[in-house]
């Protein structure tokens, strides 16, 4: 049976005379933010590189051959290997849409058009795209070829870490070579911050903040062509702890004046934004992520980035065309020592 105009509900309802023109609602979206493209498109956030992925160099240990001596002393020359190689590879990730050319014939050629067909399958394919991403960045991560490491492939838990944290943050789970193929159990230093909590209160959780801020803090003693220098944290949790944070912020306030919620979307620690993540809500473990974006960021292919295709109608669709929305993209770490999660 061939599909006709009336049964093509898109289409009827943009020629739909009784809804005003030119705009619509968007209810598509289902998280209130979308940390992962929201941080994609900020500039100095993201980094491009050419290649087959991202490769690194990473000083795991210094040479340890400092020693103090008297007069005359014989000199101890010593030689080992201190250097390892962080390497990524990209992920691909595709938003796609259609349209068959009657379809924009009769949209365009309707005077009772309200809104544009085209555009509307676009914008749902990047909304689509944002979608994917945001699952990816802040999902468990996952040992396949296509998958991108998210957040907790660098950022690996341990609740069981007392009392108030360490750099117990291994290698991510599935991984075992390490995240960006450094074994953790090999090099000890390449390890993230973890601490465990039971309430989030100034004895318990802010207590292991301020631990965690303060450790992961690191300065060189030399100077050295490193990848990245200063600080630059944001601080991402869901709401079961952002809205608490905000009360202790408020008990801590002599001076609210008659607002009743008014550290609501202002909570800050030690200046670092508090940021809620949507994505997080499902997560039971109530995470704390300390991210430095001086550290941290999306990597993208050159010439890869959101890339958009048009491509003309083919057999065994001749009147259909099609688009795809692409983009080349990973995320990288430079310096795990620089990350923290506190958890339950």
Request: glycine share 6%.
């Amino acid at each position: 049976m061939a599909l006709t105009a009336e049964q093509i509900a898109d289409l009827v309802k943009a020629v739909d005379p009784d809804k005003g023109r030119d705009r619509w609602t968007n209810i598509a979206t289902t998280l209130q933010q979308y940390i992962a493209m929201k941080r994609l498109t900020k500039d100095g956030r993201v980094q491009r590189y050419t290649g087959r992925g991202v490769q690194e160099n990473v000083m795991v240990d210094d040479l340890g051959t400092a020693r103090n001596v008297g007069l005359y002393a014989t000199d101890v020359v010593a030689v080992k290997d201190i250097m390892a190689t962080l390497s990524i590879p990209f992920r691909h990730t595709t938003g796609n849409w259609s349209i068959d050319r009657r379809e924009l014939s009769m949209d365009q050629g309707s005077p009772q058009k309200i809104y544009d067909l085209l555009l509307s399958r676009k914008v749902g394919a990047r909304i689509s795209l944002a979608k994917r991403m945001e699952i990816d960045f802040w999902a468990a991560p996952l040992n396949d070829d296509t998958t991108p490491f998210g957040v907790q492939y660098w950022i690996v838990k341990d609740p069981t870490t007392t009392p108030d944290g360490a750099f117990n943050g291994g290698n991510p789970s599935g991984f075992s070579g390490g995240a960006g193929s450094i074994d953790s159990a090999t090099f000890t230093a390449w390890k993230n911050w973890t601490g465990g909590y039971a309430n989030v209160t100034k004895d318990d959780l802010v207590r292991k903040m301020r631990k965690a801020y303060t450790f992961i803090e690191f300065e060189p003693p030399v100077e050295s062509p490193d990848y990245y220098s200063g600080m630059d944290y944001e601080i991402f949790c869901n709401y079961n702890v952002r809205g608490k944070l905000e009360e202790v912020g408020e008990n801590q306030n002599e001076n609210l004046g008659r607002d009743i919620a008014s550290m609501d979307g202002v909570t800050t620690f030690r200046a670092a934004p508090l940021v809620w993540v949507p994505q997080l809500e499902t997560d039971t473990t109530d995470p704390v992520f300390f991210i430095n974006w001086k550290n941290f960021a999306i990597v993208v292919l050159e010439d890869e980035f959101l890339v958009e295709t048009s491509l003309p109608p083919q057999h065994p669709q001749h009147t259909v065309l099609r688009n795809h929305l692409d983009l080349s993209w990973n995320t990288r770490a430079h310096n795990r020592r620089n990350l923290a999660v506190i958890s339950k």
